[in-house]
T-cell receptor
């Protein structure tokens, strides 16, 4: 058990719909990362939050958004869903600190993931 | 864009054999992490290597970080059926800041 929790475990929805995925990081971790894993793309970084603020963006679509709340849990919102959005979505957390305004890299611990199926 | 080339993509061996998985990049990473992932589950951290030339051992698994911190390898001695799974290398640092850059993964199947 990594200490990172994600809900729900499975999500089945229709095209055009909107869903919210939730993540609680390990106790004390300030950074939360979201990744998408599909069969043809592997694990792709979407976005990082550090202590409530967006820190880095990856290949995240404009239809997707995320936020990190004061209690450090994070939500990933996916809207106008398409068939191609079907994938595993993982959240990871790390005890990333800052140095000179930059995030300091640290080991990331992954949650169990949310499997999204868009029909 | 930082890329990690992981090889081989598939590995099918008999129990008791040794194997090595490679992870190579033209970019320098501040650290490299190895994960193992079961189908439908999240990646589980095996090890983090930080120093160039570093070697870490975890029972039958030996991890090495290249001197230039651009490549890494995972060697498994006397593989067991329980080693079956997807092995992923992931680099942190350089221009990627906090995010991890993942290799494509190696699907290992160990037959009894």
């Amino acid at each position: 058990d990594s200490g990172v929790t994600q809900t729900p475990k499975h999500l089945i929805t229709a095209t055009g719909q909107r869903v919210t995925l939730r993540c609680s990081p390990r106790s004390g971790d300030l950074s939360v990362y979201w990744y998408q894993q599909s069969l043809d793309q592997g694990l792709q970084f979407l976005i990082q939050y550090y202590n409530g603020e967006e820190r880095a963006k990856g290949n995240i679509l404009e239809r997707f958004s995320a936020q990190q709340f004061p209690d450090l849990h994070s939500e990933l919102n996916l809207s106008s869903l398409e068939l191609g959005d079907s994938a595993l979505y993982f959240c990871a957390s790390s005890g990333t600190g800052t140095s000179g305004g930059r995030a300091v890299r640290d080991t990331q611990y992954f949650g169990p993931g949310t499997r999204l199926t868009v029909l | 864009t930082q890329l990690l080339e992981q090889s081989p993509q598939f590995l099918s061996i008999q129990e008791g054999e040794n194997l090595t998985v490679y992870c190579n990049s033209s970019s320098v990473f501040s650290s490299l992490q190895w994960y193992r992932q079961e189908p439908g589950e999240g990646p589980v951290l095996l090890v983090t290597v930080v120093t160039g030339g570093e070697v870490k051992k975890l029972k039958r698994l030996t991890f090495q970080f290249g001197d230039a911190r651009k490549d890494s390898s995972l060697h498994i001695t006397a593989a067991q059926t329980g080693d079956t799974g997807l092995y992923l290398c992931a680099g942190a640092g350089g221009t990627s800041y906090g995010k991890l850059t993942f290799g494509q993964g190696t699907i290992l199947t160990v037959h009894p």
